[in-house]
T-cell receptor, first 113, second 110 residues
Protein backbone atom coordinates (compact mmCIF):
# COMPACT_ATOMS: atom_id res chain seq x y z
CA UNK A 1 0.00 0.00 0.00
CA UNK A 2 1.53 3.29 -1.16
CA UNK A 3 -0.48 5.41 1.26
CA UNK A 4 -2.00 7.45 -1.57
CA UNK A 5 -5.79 7.17 -1.69
CA UNK A 6 -7.86 7.86 -4.77
CA UNK A 7 -11.62 7.93 -5.09
CA UNK A 8 -13.70 6.78 -6.81
CA UNK A 9 -12.11 3.64 -8.24
CA UNK A 10 -14.42 3.57 -11.24
CA UNK A 11 -16.48 6.23 -12.93
CA UNK A 12 -18.81 5.82 -15.89
CA UNK A 13 -20.33 8.93 -17.37
CA UNK A 14 -21.65 10.35 -20.61
CA UNK A 15 -20.05 12.72 -23.08
CA UNK A 16 -20.42 16.36 -22.16
CA UNK A 17 -20.55 15.67 -18.43
CA UNK A 18 -18.24 16.85 -15.67
CA UNK A 19 -16.56 14.69 -13.03
CA UNK A 20 -14.29 15.23 -10.05
CA UNK A 21 -11.54 12.85 -9.02
CA UNK A 22 -10.14 13.00 -5.52
CA UNK A 23 -6.71 12.22 -4.10
CA UNK A 24 -5.30 12.09 -0.59
CA UNK A 25 -1.50 12.06 -0.59
CA UNK A 26 0.72 10.05 1.73
CA UNK A 27 1.03 11.50 5.19
CA UNK A 28 3.78 14.11 5.15
CA UNK A 29 3.94 14.49 1.37
CA UNK A 30 3.51 18.06 0.18
CA UNK A 31 3.60 17.49 -3.55
CA UNK A 32 0.75 15.99 -5.58
CA UNK A 33 0.87 14.98 -9.22
CA UNK A 34 -1.85 13.91 -11.65
CA UNK A 35 -1.20 11.54 -14.52
CA UNK A 36 -3.35 10.10 -17.28
CA UNK A 37 -2.61 6.59 -18.53
CA UNK A 38 -3.96 5.16 -21.76
CA UNK A 39 -2.84 2.12 -23.71
CA UNK A 40 -1.38 4.06 -26.62
CA UNK A 41 0.07 7.06 -24.78
CA UNK A 42 1.45 5.54 -21.60
CA UNK A 43 1.69 7.70 -18.47
CA UNK A 44 1.17 11.35 -19.34
CA UNK A 45 1.89 14.05 -16.79
CA UNK A 46 -0.99 16.46 -16.33
CA UNK A 47 -0.22 18.80 -13.45
CA UNK A 48 1.67 19.14 -10.17
CA UNK A 49 0.87 21.00 -6.96
CA UNK A 50 3.22 21.73 -4.10
CA UNK A 51 1.81 22.80 -0.75
CA UNK A 52 -1.29 24.26 -2.34
CA UNK A 53 0.36 26.03 -5.25
CA UNK A 54 0.50 24.94 -8.86
CA UNK A 55 4.09 23.94 -9.58
CA UNK A 56 4.18 22.51 -13.08
CA UNK A 57 1.85 21.83 -15.98
CA UNK A 58 2.11 19.09 -18.50
CA UNK A 59 -0.24 17.96 -21.23
CA UNK A 60 -3.37 19.09 -19.45
CA UNK A 61 -6.33 20.11 -21.57
CA UNK A 62 -8.11 23.41 -20.93
CA UNK A 63 -11.24 21.39 -20.07
CA UNK A 64 -9.34 19.91 -17.13
CA UNK A 65 -8.42 21.71 -13.94
CA UNK A 66 -7.08 20.78 -10.54
CA UNK A 67 -6.45 22.22 -7.13
CA UNK A 68 -4.78 21.29 -3.88
CA UNK A 69 -6.51 22.20 -0.67
CA UNK A 70 -5.02 23.38 2.66
CA UNK A 71 -5.24 19.83 4.03
CA UNK A 72 -3.13 18.80 0.98
CA UNK A 73 -5.76 16.64 -0.67
CA UNK A 74 -6.23 17.34 -4.35
CA UNK A 75 -9.07 17.22 -6.85
CA UNK A 76 -8.93 16.87 -10.62
CA UNK A 77 -11.94 18.25 -12.45
CA UNK A 78 -12.71 17.02 -15.96
CA UNK A 79 -15.44 18.82 -17.89
CA UNK A 80 -17.13 18.60 -21.29
CA UNK A 81 -16.01 15.00 -21.37
CA UNK A 82 -15.24 13.30 -24.67
CA UNK A 83 -14.91 9.63 -25.54
CA UNK A 84 -11.14 10.10 -25.80
CA UNK A 85 -10.94 11.10 -22.16
CA UNK A 86 -11.60 7.52 -21.14
CA UNK A 87 -8.44 6.43 -19.34
CA UNK A 88 -6.89 5.66 -15.99
CA UNK A 89 -6.16 8.75 -13.93
CA UNK A 90 -3.45 8.41 -11.31
CA UNK A 91 -2.51 10.63 -8.46
CA UNK A 92 0.99 10.47 -7.02
CA UNK A 93 2.66 12.23 -4.14
CA UNK A 94 6.20 12.94 -2.96
CA UNK A 95 7.81 14.49 0.07
CA UNK A 96 9.16 17.52 -1.73
CA UNK A 97 9.56 18.18 -5.41
CA UNK A 98 12.15 17.70 -8.13
CA UNK A 99 13.95 14.37 -8.20
CA UNK A 100 11.92 12.80 -5.41
CA UNK A 101 10.46 9.40 -6.28
CA UNK A 102 6.70 9.39 -6.67
CA UNK A 103 4.27 7.15 -4.85
CA UNK A 104 1.14 6.36 -6.81
CA UNK A 105 -2.42 5.61 -5.84
CA UNK A 106 -4.37 2.85 -7.55
CA UNK A 107 -6.08 5.22 -9.92
CA UNK A 108 -9.57 6.08 -11.07
CA UNK A 109 -10.78 4.32 -14.20
CA UNK A 110 -12.91 6.77 -16.17
CA UNK A 111 -15.18 5.50 -18.91
CA UNK A 112 -16.97 8.06 -21.06
CA UNK A 113 -19.86 6.64 -23.09
CA UNK B 1 12.93 11.45 -31.03
CA UNK B 2 11.16 10.75 -27.75
CA UNK B 3 13.03 11.65 -24.58
CA UNK B 4 12.68 8.12 -23.19
CA UNK B 5 12.38 4.99 -25.31
CA UNK B 6 11.51 1.62 -23.88
CA UNK B 7 11.31 -1.72 -25.66
CA UNK B 8 7.57 -2.18 -26.34
CA UNK B 9 7.33 -5.89 -25.65
CA UNK B 10 5.46 -7.87 -24.55
CA UNK B 11 8.02 -10.23 -23.11
CA UNK B 12 7.35 -13.82 -22.06
CA UNK B 13 9.94 -15.92 -20.23
CA UNK B 14 9.95 -19.22 -18.32
CA UNK B 15 10.16 -19.24 -14.56
CA UNK B 16 13.75 -18.99 -13.35
CA UNK B 17 14.99 -17.02 -16.35
CA UNK B 18 17.08 -13.88 -16.11
CA UNK B 19 15.15 -10.93 -17.49
CA UNK B 20 16.72 -7.79 -18.93
CA UNK B 21 14.58 -4.70 -19.40
CA UNK B 22 16.05 -1.64 -21.07
CA UNK B 23 15.46 2.04 -21.71
CA UNK B 24 17.37 4.64 -23.67
CA UNK B 25 17.09 8.38 -23.28
CA UNK B 26 18.22 11.52 -25.03
CA UNK B 27 18.25 14.20 -22.31
CA UNK B 28 21.74 14.58 -20.83
CA UNK B 29 20.29 16.40 -17.83
CA UNK B 30 18.72 13.21 -16.47
CA UNK B 31 20.50 12.14 -13.29
CA UNK B 32 17.91 10.23 -11.29
CA UNK B 33 16.65 6.94 -12.67
CA UNK B 34 13.77 4.83 -11.49
CA UNK B 35 12.00 1.60 -12.28
CA UNK B 36 8.35 1.16 -11.45
CA UNK B 37 6.35 -2.07 -11.48
CA UNK B 38 2.65 -1.93 -12.25
CA UNK B 39 0.35 -4.86 -11.66
CA UNK B 40 -2.94 -5.04 -13.50
CA UNK B 41 -5.54 -2.65 -12.07
CA UNK B 42 -2.99 -1.10 -9.71
CA UNK B 43 -0.88 2.03 -9.64
CA UNK B 44 2.85 2.02 -10.46
CA UNK B 45 4.97 0.94 -7.51
CA UNK B 46 8.53 2.20 -7.06
CA UNK B 47 10.96 -0.68 -7.45
CA UNK B 48 14.41 0.90 -7.80
CA UNK B 49 15.77 4.44 -7.47
CA UNK B 50 19.31 5.26 -8.53
CA UNK B 51 21.41 8.35 -8.97
CA UNK B 52 23.91 8.79 -11.80
CA UNK B 53 25.87 5.89 -13.30
CA UNK B 54 26.51 2.52 -11.72
CA UNK B 55 24.69 -0.51 -10.37
CA UNK B 56 22.26 -0.94 -7.53
CA UNK B 57 21.12 -4.32 -6.27
CA UNK B 58 18.04 -5.17 -4.22
CA UNK B 59 17.37 -8.86 -3.80
CA UNK B 60 16.73 -10.39 -7.20
CA UNK B 61 16.66 -6.98 -8.88
CA UNK B 62 19.63 -5.03 -10.23
CA UNK B 63 19.38 -1.58 -11.78
CA UNK B 64 22.17 -0.46 -14.04
CA UNK B 65 22.80 3.03 -15.40
CA UNK B 66 25.25 3.92 -18.14
CA UNK B 67 25.10 7.70 -18.58
CA UNK B 68 27.76 7.72 -21.29
CA UNK B 69 25.51 5.58 -23.47
CA UNK B 70 22.27 7.06 -22.11
CA UNK B 71 21.08 3.55 -21.34
CA UNK B 72 19.50 2.02 -18.27
CA UNK B 73 18.62 -1.57 -17.51
CA UNK B 74 16.73 -3.59 -14.95
CA UNK B 75 17.78 -7.20 -14.43
CA UNK B 76 15.56 -9.71 -12.68
CA UNK B 77 17.25 -12.93 -11.56
CA UNK B 78 15.39 -16.17 -10.94
CA UNK B 79 12.18 -14.66 -12.31
CA UNK B 80 8.93 -15.75 -10.67
CA UNK B 81 5.33 -15.77 -11.90
CA UNK B 82 4.69 -13.02 -9.33
CA UNK B 83 7.06 -10.79 -11.35
CA UNK B 84 4.50 -10.75 -14.17
CA UNK B 85 3.62 -7.07 -14.51
CA UNK B 86 4.30 -3.98 -16.56
CA UNK B 87 7.66 -2.35 -15.89
CA UNK B 88 8.16 1.35 -16.52
CA UNK B 89 11.43 3.22 -16.49
CA UNK B 90 11.39 6.86 -15.38
CA UNK B 91 14.00 9.55 -15.10
CA UNK B 92 14.48 13.15 -14.09
CA UNK B 93 17.17 15.72 -13.53
CA UNK B 94 17.83 19.40 -12.93
CA UNK B 95 14.98 21.46 -14.35
CA UNK B 96 13.45 18.34 -15.86
CA UNK B 97 10.11 16.82 -15.04
CA UNK B 98 9.86 13.10 -14.33
CA UNK B 99 9.56 11.36 -17.69
CA UNK B 100 8.30 7.81 -18.09
CA UNK B 101 8.88 5.17 -20.72
CA UNK B 102 5.73 3.59 -22.14
CA UNK B 103 6.31 0.36 -20.23
CA UNK B 104 6.91 -3.25 -21.13
CA UNK B 105 4.62 -6.08 -20.07
CA UNK B 106 6.45 -9.08 -18.69
CA UNK B 107 4.90 -12.52 -18.34
CA UNK B 108 6.74 -15.23 -16.41
CA UNK B 109 5.44 -18.70 -17.29
CA UNK B 110 5.40 -21.32 -14.50
Amino acid sequence: DSGVTQTPKHLITATGQRVTLRCSPRSGDLSVYWYQQSLDQGLQFLIQYYNGEERAKGNILERFSAQQFPDLHSELNLSSLELGDSALYFCASSVVTDNSPLHFGNGTRLTVT
Amino acid sequence: QKEVEQDPGPLSVPEGAIVSLNCTYSNSAFQYFMWYRQYSRKGPELLMYTYSSGNKEDGRFTAQVDKSSKYISLFIRDSQPSDSATYLCAMTGANSKLTFGKGITLSVRP
